[in-house]
């Protein structure tokens, strides 16, 4: 699976987020009492490929009047460990100074079979650049330009939740977003209202579809997505749906609650930390992208 798939997936599962991957335990009641914004917020996400239950997605938001601290963490049941094992994390801090959910840094620690990634973005949203790092390749960092108020694929998606009021249907919300050393635009289409049996009963949900378009290639255009988002003004995301080349992969929220509820993630993908594949291979086996 490459790079751009799982940012699809990280990117729409917040949010996101995306391309993550059941455990065993049953889905628990959600707290409808907490304020994302106080209290933070996790977020578990089921992911499905057509009837198959991959593994599971979860995005963890730690947030203060001062900054915040978004991680995302993707894996796969030990089901099918045996033949595709995925551990993913990736980790988003800022502050609150300037406009809400501002990056100040990005981190991507991907692990897919013999695949891996280390990849690290400084945001300065002074001199209006980033620094892009490939802690794997022995480069110098590139510095590359920034739009005023870019984020990364988390944090963009928080703003939004923070700054959007009621939602119409035919809305279009644009922001600037940069990932690793591209930089794109960000753009939220409303289409629609529904109603949707989710974790909290059957509720009023929109129904959204969200693109990137390539900042030098406007043609080029990442939408095979489509989500849904409780209407109640929270925005909480309760179904992702994702096409790609291999199919339809959809992602269903399970658990919703402040950040203090309990996590199902495996030992082996701490928040912070050592990533622990379990799996014996020879560093020279890995392969590292450019």
């Not at 065993?24 to 239950?53: C, I, K």
């Not at 590139?142 to 990364?152: L, N, V």
């Not at 990442?222 to 988002?229: A, D, I, P, S």
Request: hydrophobic share 35%.
């Amino acid at each position: 699976m490459d790079d751009d798939n799982v940012m699809r997936i990280f990117w729409v599962i917040f949010c996101v987020v995306w391309l993550g991957f059941v455990t065993t335990a049953q889905a628990t009641s959600p707290s409808n009492s907490y304020n994302w914004q106080e209290d933070g917020e996790r977020l578990t996400f089921d992911v499905r490929w057509s009837f198959m239950t991959l593994g599971s997605a979860e995005l963890l938001l730690e947030n203060n009047p001062d900054g915040y601290v978004l991680t995302g963490r993707a894996w796969t049941d030990p089901k099918v460990n045996s033949l595709y094992i995925l551990r993913d994390r990736i980790r988003s801090e800022g502050t609150h100074s300037d406009a809400p959910f501002l990056t100040s840094r990005f981190h991507a620690q991907l692990n897919e079979n013999n695949y891996r990634a280390d990849k690290l973005v400084l945001f300065d949203h002074v001199k209006k650049q980033t620094t892009y790092i490939n802690k794997h390749k022995n480069r110098p960092p590139q510095i590359h330009e920034a739009e005023a108020g870019a984020r990364d694929i988390l944090s963009v998606l928080y703003a939004l939740r923070a700054q959007t009021d009621k939602l119409k249907k035919g809305d279009v919300l644009t922001r600037p977003v940069t990932h690793y050393d591209n930089r794109y635009t960000y753009k939220m289409r409303v289409l629609g209202y529904e109603k949707m049996d989710t974790i909290f009963g059957e509720v009023d949900v929109i129904k959204i579809h969200p693109v990137l378009i390539k900042h030098d290639n406007p043609n080029r255009k990442k939408e095979r997505l489509k989500l849904w988002v409780t209407a109640d003004g929270r925005y909480i995301p309760v179904k992702i749906d994702i096409k790609l080349p291999l199919g339809s992969f959809e992602a269903v929220l399970r658990q919703a609650g402040p950040a203090s509820s309990s996590s199902v993630a495996p030992a082996a993908l701490p928040l912070t930390g050592k990533i622990d594949m379990r799996v014996k291979r020879s560093i020279n086996e890995d392969v590292y992208e450019n």
